[in-house]
């Protein structure tokens, strides 16, 4: 069945740093990607989606490329801020006809941004 | 506030005791999901509705699980005789798919969840 892979954390930077969380996944079809970010205490929150090979989806300094080729969707920040501090998470939703739009996520990734 | 919104937030009970979660989706969105993530996990789907219709259930939710969307707008989770691995947070999303186009990718937006804790 379809899955999700993300890599494994938590992953402790300094602000400024530059940020990659490596996300991979397996699915028929052409799926939809998905990244979201969970706050201390708070929901689940979209970040950004990309719904076609080679879209780039971007927000608040975030991106993250739907690489078909490699089955991946990586997510970049430039510089990360204490902010930025999180559990992200990235997900895959089926596309096409009969699908239930159903999310199958990753297991999540812990951001730690240190002064 | 226009966002989803669940009820209760946290939840205690004791084994064996019967629960119910509700669910009041972004007004107009006619998908409506239910999802639940226990710790270090990320989310797993359990049912969906499109409207007042149960699409889809997953093998996780067994026959003490049951939810219901009466008139396509709020849900409630029911789950019966609760067990210790019942605990988790359960998750509620709600998404609009245009009604030309019911196979398109929806973008679902989350409430903030229910911590249920059987002791």
């Known amino acids: 069945g379809d899955s999700v892979t993300q890599m494994e954390g938590p992953v402790t930077l300094s602000e400024e740093a530059f940020l990659t969380i490596n996300c991979t996944y397996t699915?028929?079809?052409?799926?939809?990607l998905f990244w979201y970010v969970q706050y201390p205490g708070e929901g689940l929150q979209l970040l950004l989606k990309?719904?076609?090979?080679?879209d780039k989806g971007s927000n608040k300094g975030f991106e993250a490329t739907y690489r078909k080729e490699t089955t991946s969707f990586h997510l970049e920040k430039g510089s990360v801020q204490v902010s930025d501090s999180a559990v992200y998470f990235c997900?895959?939703?089926?596309?096409?006809?009969?699908?239930?739009?159903?999310?199958?996520f990753g297991q999540g990734t812990t951001l730690q941004v240190k002064p | 506030d226009t966002g989803v919104s669940q009820d209760p937030r946290h939840k205690i009970t004791k084994r064996g005791q019967n629960v119910t979660f509700r669910c009041d989706p972004i007004?107009?969105?006619?998908?409506l999901y239910w999802y639940r993530q226990t710790l270090g996990q990320g989310p797993e789907f359990l049912t969906y509705?499109?409207?007042?219709?149960?699409?889809?259930k997953s093998r996780l939710l067994s026959d003490r699980f049951s939810a219901e969307r009466p008139k396509g707008s709020f849900s409630t989770l029911e789950i019966q005789r609760t067990e210790q691995g019942d605990s988790a947070m359960y998750l509620c999303?709600?998404?609009?798919?245009?009604?030309?186009?019911?196979?398109?990718?929806?973008?679902?937006?989350f409430g903030p969840g229910t911590r249920l804790t059987v002791l």
């Open positions: 699915a028929t079809g052409y799926p939809s």
């Open positions: 990309a719904t076609k090979a080679d």
């Open positions: 999303a709600s998404s609009l798919v245009s009604g030309g186009d019911l196979f398109s990718t929806d973008t679902q937006y």
């Open positions: 007004s107009e969105h006619n998908r």
């Open positions: 509705f499109q409207n007042e219709a149960q699409l889809e």
């Open positions: 997900a895959l939703s089926s596309s096409g006809t009969g699908n239930t739009g159903k999310l199958i």
